[in-house]
């Protein structure tokens, strides 16, 4: 081969192998870019439906899951992106983040006393509990077990924000802001695949405790859920809007109306106003694109926006309407008084704030009655009290100036959604609650990142903070602290050891107990909880440190009405009944009226302290209550009882005059209980009932019908009215009221034929005996387990009917009755075989 040619074939060579490892590296760089976007969507599609994060456990799975979708982010922008810039955003994410650490350290005794004077007031306190000194290091939050759980939520929001911008300064914008909407999307499919199943469990298997969205779904909240829902719609109408294929872009808008729909079906004031919000938002920035120097007219898009928005409205009230309504209806101011107190405690805290995490244990000093505020229902407030008014301020300035800047530089409806979509949520947080939970944050986090980073095509100048290395140590981070604390999130939350101490003072195992206790008085010094179980299982053991736990539980939670009622507990327990009825009192005005029972069983014991208890209750308004809730729980002939009662019918109280009137029948004196319920002012149902029952029982059965009436009335009324009428001789009128029972009572045979037997029964009472016969009959027939075969014999045998009442005990005492029903089978097996050994002689046989 000829030199030249050699020599030209090497570069041809070269050029070969350079394209091949060019090659290689695109499809390493797509396969990873792929991988990356893939791990982020498993985030922001998977976190909402752990319940949203509300457990440990699911804290723990959103924060590993951020953690490696960040690393994974952070490898794409190191050979897609190196120089990406960290952003005013993830700068103040980071800051925050940084600040919420800084919250949990311990720091010395001196300057937290100089920094945080009642946090260390609140340790010391604990210590005191405890018979320990005070600690010489102590954290500046306020309740640090729930901080260090934060620092844990915040390397999840963090890691989802830089994640998001990673994969953003690569260019893939519309494919993170996809699985934004996709997660929405999801959200809403559960949760209407749960209606229509009519299920109760979420996923068939968490049932949720407290009351819950009518739409069922993985976020158990109705105003948590519907903030969620509400800031996914928009951001689907606009992914929709950017597409001109016709079959994607109706897939993408139809997936926003049921997202949309599904927000208002959630039932929530605040998700309705969101959602109105967002789409408003979205047409607004719509309308201010820089693209009309392009000729471009966007008439047609605003329109699909306006009928998005009418279409989901219009669902949404289809199915929703009524429950919207009442929630409007009867929802008053209560939260935003809640925020104003949010508020308050932020003033309170300027600088450091009560610490991330801490605002329920700060706040229950203020509010702390039957509920438990866990946040102020504003996320202003929120971060001004957790972290101090100066870093809150900055962060809302920082993301209100960052998304306004992103929607003016926006280039596509997908991204005015985003930012439409953030607009929405943020506004539905200042009334209600969504944010704060970690499996909603992260996706927030992640479409913040969407929204605000700028790509790498449309960057101008060079980066002042480089995120090269910040992306990839905050996802180490984050899975290191999972690694560490993940396990142990859940059993050292608040939740978690107040479950474990009930299991233990429930097996009385004091040694389990005192160790846990220990444990969560450290980790959580300002929560009343643990000291009102510690009061509690002292007092189970009749141990006097009883009181001091209580005492303390007193202090931390004034307006917390169960420590006095564990008190008024431990104080009858040991023989101090004067100081237990002032506890009741106190647990009375706190909303604890429940507490008055305590005091029934040594009233019955000692009926001479009746008048010693009225005096300590009160006679006002409170005090009336009280009594007459301890009078429901004595026996009604007790002397006590008596007492309690003459008091509360000169009081004037309703529960007083029916329990004498109750007595006064009991002893066959309706007169008397006549005169004690006509004394009653008003018309209240149980006053009429038992007023209608002593003219019945007086021989007035006409008053009683007049009395209650012939209208819709409550099943045990129209059975009284009907009662009445029979004994007024009116059988008709009483046949009509019975056959007004059986109609309500359709598809429940059991009802069905205790009403038969009532009718029966009033058929004896008029001497058709044939008519009960027939009553009784049926109601066999529609509940064997009732009593109509044993009346049906009875009423045979008495009118002479030997054969049907010779059947009938012949049943009863196949099915295993009574003794008795055997008996009489046998007995009047022998009576007809008398009558037919008589039938057979001839006439005149002696």
């Known amino acids: ?66 953690g490696v979708a960040c690393l994974a982010a952070a490898w794409v922008a190191r050979t897609e992106d190196p120089q990406a810039p960290l952003g005013p955003v993830g700068l103040a994410a980071l800051l925050t983040w940084g600040w919420t650490v800084l919250q949990v350290i311990p720091w010395p005794r001196a300057l937290a006393s100089w920094l945080q004077p009642s946090a260390v007031e609140l ?34 929001t963090v890691a989802a924000f830089l994640a998001s911008a990673a994969l953003v300064g690569a260019g893939h914008r519309r494919r993170v802001l996809a699985t934004v909407g996709l997660s929405g999307l999801v959200m809403a499919v559960v949760g209407l695949l749960h209606a229509a199943v009519d299920a109760h469990r979420v996923f068939g298997l968490y049932e949720p405790i407290h009351d819950t969205s009518p739409l069922l779904a993985p976020l158990v909240n109705q105003n948590q859920l519907s903030g969620f829902l509400g800031m996914c719609a928009p951001l689907l109408v606009g992914l929709g809007l950017d597409r001109t294929e016709p079959r994607v872009r109706w897939a993408w808008i139809s997936a926003g109306v049921i997202v949309g729909a599904s927000t208002l079906m959630a039932v929530s004031r605040g998700g309705a106003a969101s959602l109105v919000v967002g789409f408003l938002t979205l047409a607004l920035f719509g309308s201010f694109r820089q693209r009309a120097k392009q ?30 309504y009442r929630d409007f209806e009867s929802s008053g101011f209560e939260k935003l008084e809640l925020s104003a107190m949010g508020l308050d ?48 301020v900055l962060l809302m300035a920082v993301l209100a100036w960052s998304i306004l800047r992103a929607a003016r530089r926006a280039k596509s409806w997908a991204h005015l959604g985003g930012a439409a979509g953030l607009v929405g949520v943020f506004a539905h947080d200042q009334v209600d609650f969504c944010l704060e939970l970690a499996g909603v944050g992260v996706v927030a986090a992640a479409l913040v990142g969407a929204v605000v980073t700028e790509s790498k095509r449309r960057r101008v100048g060079g980066a002042w903070i480089s995120a090269r290395w910040i ?36 097996a009385r195992d004091h040694e389990r107990f005192r160790a846990k206790l220990v444990e969560a008085v450290e980790i959580h010094p300002s929560e009343p909880t643990f000291a009102l179980l510690g009061g509690s299982e002292a007092g189970q053991r009749d141990d006097p440190q009883a009181l001091r736990w209580l005492n303390r539980a007193m202090t931390m939670a004034p307006g917390w009405g169960a420590p006095h009622e564990e008190a008024a507990r431990y104080l009858i327990r040991s023989g101090h009944y004067g100081q237990a009825l002032l506890e009741i009192r106190q647990a009375g005005e706190r909303d604890r009226p429940a507490a008055a029972s305590l005091a029934a069983p040594p009233l019955e014991r000692h009926p001479e302290l009746a008048s010693r208890t009225i005096r300590a209750l009160r006679s006002d308004a409170l005090g009336d209550d009280l009594l007459d809730r301890l009078a429901r729980g004595l026996p009604r002939a007790s002397p006590a009882t008596i007492e309690i009662d003459t008091h509360l019918v000169d009081r004037g109280v309703i529960g007083g005059n029916l329990r004498a009137a109750r007595r006064a029948m009991d002893d066959g004196r309706p007169e008397e209980a006549r005169e004690l319920l006509e004394r009653v002012p008003g018309d209240d149902p149980r006053v009429t009932a038992l007023l209608a029952r002593a003219h019945l029982e007086g021989g007035h059965p006409e008053r009683a019908i007049a009395l209650l009436g012939d209208g819709e009335a409550p099943d045990d009324m129209i059975e009284l009215r009907a009662r009445a009428q029979a004994a007024a001789g009116d059988e008709a009128a009483m046949l009509a009221s019975m056959e007004h029972l059986r109609g309500r009572a359709a598809g429940s045979a059991s009802r069905i034929a205790r009403i038969w037997l009532i009718e029966g029964e009033l058929q004896e009472q008029l001497g058709n005996d044939f008519a009960a016969l027939r009553a009784y009959s049926r109601a066999e027939r529609m509940d064997p387990e009732s009593e109509g075969l044993a009346r049906t014999a009875r009423v045979a045998e008495r009118i002479g009917d030997l054969g049907r009442a010779y059947r009938a005990y012949g049943d009863l005492c196949q099915r295993g009755g009574a003794p008795s029903a055997c008996r009489h089978r046998d007995h009047l097996l022998e009576q007809l075989r008398e009558s037919r050994r008589r039938a057979g002689q001839p006439v005149g046989t002696p």
């Open 1 to 66: 081969m000829p030199p030249s040619r050699a020599s030209s074939d090497v570069p041809r060579a070269e050029r070969r192998l350079s394209q091949r490892s060019s090659a290689r590296r695109g499809r390493i760089r797509r396969v990873g870019a792929w991988t990356a976007i893939a791990l982020l969507g498993l985030l922001v599609i998977g976190a909402p439906q752990l319940l949203g994060g509300v457990f440990g456990w699911g804290i723990a799975i959103i924060t590993a899951l951020a």
């Open 123 to 156: 340790v010391d306190g604990s210590a005191a509990l405890l018979d320990e000194a005070p600690p010489s290091w102590i954290a500046l939050s306020i309740a640090p077990g729930a901080t260090q759980t934060q620092v844990v939520v915040g390397a999840a």
């Open 295 to 324: 000729g471009r007219s966007y008439g047609s898009s605003l329109l699909l926006i306006g009928a998005a928005l009418a279409t989901a409205v219009g669902l949404g009230l289809y199915v929703a309407a009524d429950a919207l």
């Open 345 to 392: 405690l932020a003033l309170d805290h300027p600088f450091i704030g009560v610490g991330r995490g801490a605002f329920s244990a700060a706040f229950v000093s203020r509010l702390g009655t039957t509920t438990r505020a866990t946040n102020p229902e504003n996320l202003a407030a929120q971060w001004a009290s957790e972290w101090g008014i100066l870093v809150a």
């Open 471 to 506: 992306t990839p140590t905050v996802g180490g981070v984050a899975l290191a602290l999972v690694a560490v604390t993940g396990a142990f999130l859940d059993e050292r939350s608040v939740y978690g050891l107040q479950r474990d101490l009930e299991s233990a003072m429930r």
